[in-house]
């Protein structure tokens, strides 16, 4: 299970309600441009992130044209809990950036539009990751990341 530092502005209570659903697990929708795929996660944990699993055949590939947002949708499996938007782009120079959404709290959202800085930066990846919980860290607190949806964009995009 990975760990981000991020603060503490979730309630822990809420928290406490993210988790894995029982298989098949829950998918995230990607849309852009005209065209939508679906995906199951590419890893995933139970509640206490004691057993997680991989799944190497789950992600999504989309063409996405440079400029064009990205609309994702996330159900309430998902939703019910903290979760962000982690994305790499690159710009129109060549170089490649990372970035991420805020943090949204549990049950206040089910999509996102992800909108790149400038109309000419070229999406390459973007990673829906719902939070699985809490631990203590050198930096103080951090999230457990509880699992995690991926979409990879199509060269040709």
Same mark, same amino acid.
């Given at each position: 299970?990975?760990?981000?530092?991020?603060?503490?502005?979730?309630?822990?209570?809420? /928290?406490?309600?993210?988790?894995?659903?029982?298989?098949?697990?829950?998918?995230?929708?990607?849309?852009?441009?005209?065209?939508?795929?679906? =995906?199951?996660?590419?890893?995933?944990?139970?509640?206490?992130?004691?057993?997680?699993?991989?799944?190497?055949?789950?992600?999504?590939? /989309?063409?996405?044209?440079?400029?064009?947002?990205?609309?994702?949708?996330?159900?309430?499996?998902?939703?019910?809990?903290?979760?962000?938007?982690?994305?790499?782009?690159?710009?129109?120079?060549?170089?490649?950036?990372?970035?991420?959404?805020?943090?949204?709290?549990?049950?206040?959202?089910?999509?996102? =539009?992800?909108?790149?800085?400038?109309?000419?930066?070229?999406?390459?990846?973007?990673?829906?990751?719902?939070?699985?919980?809490?631990?203590?860290?050198?930096?103080?607190?951090?999230?457990?990341?509880?699992?995690?949806?991926?979409?990879?964009?199509?060269?040709?995009?």
């Amino acid at each position: 299970m990975r760990r981000v530092v991020l603060p503490a502005v979730v309630g822990l209570a809420a /928290l406490g309600v993210a988790g894995c659903a029982a298989p098949p697990h829950p998918e995230v929708t990607f849309y852009s441009a005209g065209q939508a795929v679906r =995906t199951g996660p590419t890893q995933y944990c139970d509640h206490q992130g004691d057993q997680c699993g991989a799944d190497p055949r789950a992600g999504a590939v /989309l063409r996405v044209p440079a400029g064009k947002p990205v609309q994702i949708s996330v159900p309430g499996e998902v939703g019910d809990a903290a979760w962000q938007v982690v994305f790499r782009y690159r710009e129109p120079g060549g170089a490649e950036q990372e970035a991420r959404s805020s943090v949204f709290a549990p049950g206040d959202r089910l999509a996102y =539009t992800l909108v790149l800085p400038h109309a000419g930066d070229r999406l390459e990846t973007a990673e829906v990751q719902r939070f699985g919980g809490l631990a203590a860290g050198p930096d103080g607190l951090e999230y457990l990341i509880g699992a995690t949806w991926v979409l990879s964009v199509d060269e040709r995009g």
